[in-house]
């Protein structure tokens, strides 16, 4: 796989321990959504994870190539009074399960996994759900012709 495979393969799996059986306030690790639109029914957790793969920016080319690759979690609940609550205890999930150091398990470069914004999502007209993002911006190197 590559480079970006390996980090984003890391990243989804940190994702999927987010369960109140591992002691984290959601479930919401059951119900990822990678690259889709989020669509939850009746049975699934309360709140769900979505996956937002931006465009990357490459940077310096020599060798390698220097990526930054930006990634927005998007904690993704059913509109309900109080969903707030769940939005908040959701990122706070998030943070958590992604920030155990600051390479991925290796997967970045030496202290590769920032972390950007918290912001709400905009509501569409007539959607059941509202949220919060917080991105990362993944720095790894891929070899000239290597990914």
């Known amino acids: 796989m590559s480079n970006r495979g390996d980090a984003l393969t890391v990243l989804v799996a940190r994702l999927a321990e987010i369960t109140a059986a591992n002691g984290y306030s959601s479930d919401a690790g059951l119900k990822l959504f990678i690259g889709e639109q989020p669509v939850m ?9 979505a996956v937002v793969v931006r ?15 930006p990634v927005g979690l998007q904690a993704i609940v059913k509109s309900t009074a109080g969903a707030w609550v ?14 155990t150091d600051h390479d991925l398990g ?20 007539g959607s059941e759900y509202v949220g ?3 991105e990362y911006r993944l720095n790894y190197g891929e070899r000239w012709g290597q990914p």
């Open 132 to 134: 919060a993002e917080v």
């Open 55 to 69: 465009p990357d920016e490459p940077g310096y080319q020599g060798e390698n190539v220097d990526i930054i690759l």
């Open 41 to 49: 029914g009746p049975s699934d957790p309360e709140a769900s994870i």
């Open 106 to 125: 290796g997967t970045l470069k030496p202290r590769g996994l920032v972390r950007g914004v918290t912001r709400p999502l905009d509501r569409e007209s």
């Open 86 to 99: 769940t939005i908040e205890n959701t990122i706070a999930d998030i943070k958590r399960a992604v920030e």
